[in-house]
């Protein structure tokens, strides 16, 4: 049946294929997103302009400019739209920079979220899945990473704001009975990539020849997961109400960063000029998602291999 969603970070790089993929199934979305200037607002506006135009004879698509911080617009915005879900993905992203600017992550990826959760309590919203991250599980969780896992020791404000949100998700399910979902994504790729992301940085160096920094020689384990099996495993999730869950959505067969950049050397048929860096503090050497339970509960099932995804990625990135 045909749904009303509200997805916040529409303009991003998750959020604007999540809403292209929503409307290409017939749903009426409502794309909210602030268009920050943590990267270029121009890059945001041309995934905008593509979700529109996936929008054509499609699902209804509108987008507000906006912030998660005001209440009194998501009030508004509620009301207006009798929302059956909300898909929350706008935040404050970078493991990195979040040492820089704590507070700024706190109030939108916390505060934020809370504001969310209130709109979505008071307008008594039917399902609310948020998107955290893999770095909530920090260097001493057992590998495999297993939702179970207590994350309580975050390294750095990035995670530590997401796994507050994840908790406060669990507050409002059990004192008002929201149907949260968490879905800690692994590393995503894939067209329209935020440009701090590896993918973006290495491709970037490559065509312009310019060096690039990799940590501990690439020999990192990350769990890639393509943009597109990553949507379906949300739109599940959207669909799905579960109570309270935290799902993780990876691949599952996490690669050495060494072999991500190898194959974009060799797509674009060209060496990229590596620094060698030390892995700082608040990363990781292996992420590495258990996905039974997204398997169990949203019938995720990843079909895009690295290979093939760093392929499409390649083709993307050099027709911009
Ligand atoms: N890309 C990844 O590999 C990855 C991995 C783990 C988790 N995530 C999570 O997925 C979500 C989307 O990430 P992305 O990679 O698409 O990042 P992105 O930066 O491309 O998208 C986030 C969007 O949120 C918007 N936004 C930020 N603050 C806002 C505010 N106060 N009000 C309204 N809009 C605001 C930004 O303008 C941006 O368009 C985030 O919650 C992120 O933490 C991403």
Redesign the pocket.
């Known amino acids: 049946m045909k749904k009303t969603l509200l997805v ?9 294929h999540l809403a292209e993929h929503l409307l290409r199934r017939g749903d009426r979305v409502v794309g ?5 200037t ?2 270029d ?1 121009a890059r ?1 506006r041309a ?1 905008l302009a593509e979700v529109q135009s996936a929008a054509q004879n499609r699902g209804q698509w509108e987008f507000v400019q ?4 005001d209440p009194a617009l998501l009030d508004r915005l509620f009301d207006e739209n009798g929302f059956d879900a909300v898909a ?6 970078g493991v990195g920079v979040s040492i820089e600017d704590p507070q700024l992550f706190f ?3 916390l505060l ?1 979220t809370l504001h969310l959760l209130n709109a979505a309590k008071q307008h008594l919203v039917g399902n609310f899945v948020l ?5 909530v599980y920090g260097n001493g969780s057992a590998i495999p990473f297993s939702e179970t896992a207590a994350c309580d020791r975050p390294l750095a404000p ?1 995670p530590a704001s ?1 796994r507050a949100a994840e908790m406060l998700g669990f507050s409002y399910h059990h004192l008002y009975g929201l149907h949260c979902t968490v879905a ?6 894939g067209p ?3 440009p701090d ?1 590896l993918a973006c940085q290495v491709a970037d160096g490559i065509s312009r020849q310019q060096k690039v920094r990799l940590y501990r020689k690439g020999q990192m384990h990350r769990d890639w997961i393509y943009i597109d099996d990553l949507v379906r495993g949300i739109a599940a999730a959207v669909d799905r109400p579960l109570g309270y869950e935290i799902i993780n959505l990876g691949r599952g067969e996490p690669v050495l960063v060494a072999d991500f950049v190898a194959l974009l050397e060799k797509h674009s048929g060209a060496k990229a000029r590596l620094i060698q860096a030390l892995l700082p503090d608040m990363d990781i050497p292996c992420a590495f998602a258990d996905i039974q339970k997204a398997r169990c509960l949203l019938d995720f099932q990843p079909a895009v291999s690295v290979a093939e995804g760093v392929e499409r990625f390649w083709h993307w990135y050099k027709n911009q």
């Not at 800690?184 to 790729?189: D, E, L, P």
């Open positions: 916040t970070g529409a303009a991003g790089f998750i959020g604007s909210l997103d602030n268009l920050n943590a990267y607002p945001k995934n906006g912030d998660i911080r929350h993905l706008a935040a404050m992203t109030e939108v990826n934020g998107a955290s991250t893999s770095s990035y997401k800690r994504f692994f590393s995503v790729y329209r990539n935020r992301s």
